[in-house]
Nanobody, 123 residues
Framework: QVQLVESGGGSVQAGGSLRLSCAAS????????MGWFRQAPGKEREFVAY????????YVADSVKGRFTISRDNAKNTASLQMNSLKPEDTAVYYC????????????????WGQGTQVTVSS
């Protein structure tokens, strides 16, 4: 069992930056692929980025490529999402998620989810 808690959300003006963190409980954190997803009001949950257990493989969605970076620190049981050059369309609730095996960008493949943190970008 893994419990995930996101932090770092907030309100920022377009062009600004935020860093989201996901703190995980459990001794098996380093064996999970970690992903970030987001959901804007009235829209489906959208993949943002993932990083595999050792950090060797990362992938970010085209919509955030070049602006968002995913990372992890297995010694601290944390995963992070650095978001730069934020745009109003990045406004959403951001969720971190853990996947027991393999990697991927489909939400239904992830086994554990955090409660989400709100990110609001104003123009």
């Amino acid at each position: 069992q893994v419990q995930l808690v996101e932090s770092g959300g907030g309100s920022v003006q377009a062009g600004g930056s935020l860093r989201l963190s996901c703190a995980a409980s459990g001794r098996t954190f380093s064996s999970y692929t970690m992903g970030w997803f987001r959901q804007a009001p009235g829209k489906e949950r959208e993949f943002v980025a993932y990083i595999t257990w050792g950090g060797a493989r990362t992938y970010v969605a085209d919509s955030v490529k070049g602006r968002f970076t995913i990372s992890r620190d297995n010694a601290k049981n944390t995963a992070s999402l650095q978001m730069n050059s934020l745009k109003p369309e990045d406004t959403a609730v951001y969720y971190c998620a853990a996947k027991r095996s393999g990697w991927g960008s489909l939400a239904y493949e992830y086994d554990y989810w955090g409660q989400g943190t709100q990110v609001t970008v104003s123009s």
